[in-house]
């Protein structure tokens, strides 16, 4: 993009200003710029009444199934996606299959296939023991220089608290960032949904709220004794964010993120077997959800993710507690963004705040964030379906599936 995009009664929603204003802006290769740097050259000129400017979007987690699952979504696929919807920087776990996220060597080849395929900036959290095994702390020097923005153990166990411990310590003298998606396997065990009346009723197997707070508990507890940073991703429960916001009270070097259909949807969505709102963490209560939002609105909790995960067809076409968990989340992720705003739980520029430089901010990524950024054109009243035919990823795999939503992403700028 090289001429000159000037758009004209825009409202500009900027969280490096902290400023929400209407006017006139002028973009050259997707930044801002003044009117006096406007030469002879080509200006396309856009109405933008009505409509958003906000900044291109910083997600937290998502899972992009390459390597090694690409028969769910590629770099390329799932870049591009993300990419339309706004979103140009992706944070993801170190699950891939086969690992490789325990290998510094190879994360920069993984960064590069993702600008090249997908044109998004990936950042990669390493992993924190072995081969995901629980046993051997990982190589965290190694992944350090190799790009890693922090480590985490991901969904896999840990053999023992004596190797969270070690890692921590590790992590620590590294000034790494430990990612927890908590989640206390023993009590967990093999279920696949919130314990509530509509599991009970199918028969279910079920997650209590206690296996993720047990589990927020005993980490805070490890982190305090370690001064390692911790960042508590995926967020589910209320009793979760009461415990979040007194380790912050404590000053503890903590954050927290939670996913945007969290904040949606509950456990009703599942009933009649609905495979397609089987997640983990599992959605919960109404209660859950009220306290959830509530943690976003006070900044207990600093940031809201997509949580993508594309799945093929045939990955929820199994009897419920046999298919693979995820929802894929770009394609809906600013409609729910504008629905959160449209309902009073956040302000415009609050939630934009929210998905960008607050997230860029847990991995000390706003700087990278500011010099590889764009700006996104946002419809906060054009309404569409919920179809395949309209997702832009490869997975179709979501709850939201013939819903009507508002809020759609007109454009993005960003330098080619």
Known sequence: MNEIIKIENIRVLNPLTQSDHIGTIYLKNGQLIDAAQ???E??????????WLIPTMFDLCARLREPGQQQHGTLKSEGLAARKNG?????TPPDSKPIVQDNGALIQGLQEKALKDGGIYLHIIGAQTQGLNGKQPANMAGLKKGGCIAVSNANATFADDDVVIRTLEYAAGLDLTVVFYPEEPQIAKDGCVHEGFI???QGLPMIPTIAETVAIAKYLQMVEA?????????LSCGASVELIAQAKAKGLAISADVAMHQLHLTDTIIDGFNALAHVRPPLRSEQDRQLLREGIQSGVI???CTHHEPLSSSAKMAPFSETLPGISAFDTFVSLGVQLVKEGVLEPLQW???VTIHAAKIFDAEQIWQ???GWVLVNPEQTWVVTETDILSQGKNTPLLGSTLSGTVQRTFIAE
């Open 352 to 354: 934009v705040e929210k």
């Open 42 to 51: 080509k200006i396309e000129y856009i109405d933008g009444t009505g409509q």
């Open 371 to 373: 010099q590889q950024a």
């Open 199 to 201: 599991a009970s009723r």
């Open 226 to 234: 370690t001064g390692v940073r911790a960042h508590f991703g995926l």
């Open 38 to 40: 406007i030469a002879d």
């Open 302 to 304: 600093d940031a809201i």
């Open 87 to 91: 979103i140009l920087h992706v944070v």
